[in-house]
């Protein structure tokens, strides 16, 4: 078994109405509920938006420190799921999976292999 990084990418702007955010809440609850079920969910959390971040950055011996995001962009990391799958086919159905109840793009990707997988 190998772990997935599972990352949801959320657009900037104004979230859903709470009508609409509570139902996919629910189902996100129901989803994290099967992955537990099946023995793949490891871990998941939902991020503060980028204005909440801190960048610390190495600089001829020095560690800088900025506010906010490290790259400006379009979309941001809103939260990530991490599981553990058979292989890649199977990490890519719960991405299918969680991108349906979501609505936002999923990144699936394996972490580098671990000792004694």
């Known amino acids: 078994?190998?772990?997935y990084l599972l990352s949801v990418y959320q657009p900037e702007g104004t979230p859903p109405p709470?009508?609409?955010?509570?139902?996919?809440m629910q189902e996100l609850a129901a989803l994290r509920d099967e992955m537990r079920a099946a023995g793949a969910w490891v871990f998941s959390?939902?991020?503060n938006a980028p204005s909440t971040a801190t960048v610390l950055r190495f600089d001829r011996g020095d560690?800088?420190?900025?506010?906010?995001?490290?790259?400006?962009?379009?979309?941001?990391?809103?939260?990530f799921t991490i599981v553990r799958a058979?292989?890649?086919?199977?990490?890519?159905?719960?991405?299918r999976r969680l991108a349906q109840v979501v609505t936002l793009p999923i990144e699936v990707r394996p972490?580098?292999?671990e000792a004694g997988d």
């Open 18 to 24: 709470a009508d609409v955010l509570e139902k996919i």
């Open 111 to 113: 972490f580098v292999d």
């Open 45 to 47: 959390g939902g991020l």
């Open 86 to 95: 058979a292989d890649l086919d199977s990490a890519l159905e719960w991405g």
């Open 1 to 3: 078994m190998k772990n």
């Open 63 to 79: 560690v800088l420190m900025t506010d906010g995001p490290f790259a400006e962009g379009k979309e941001y990391l809103g939260g």
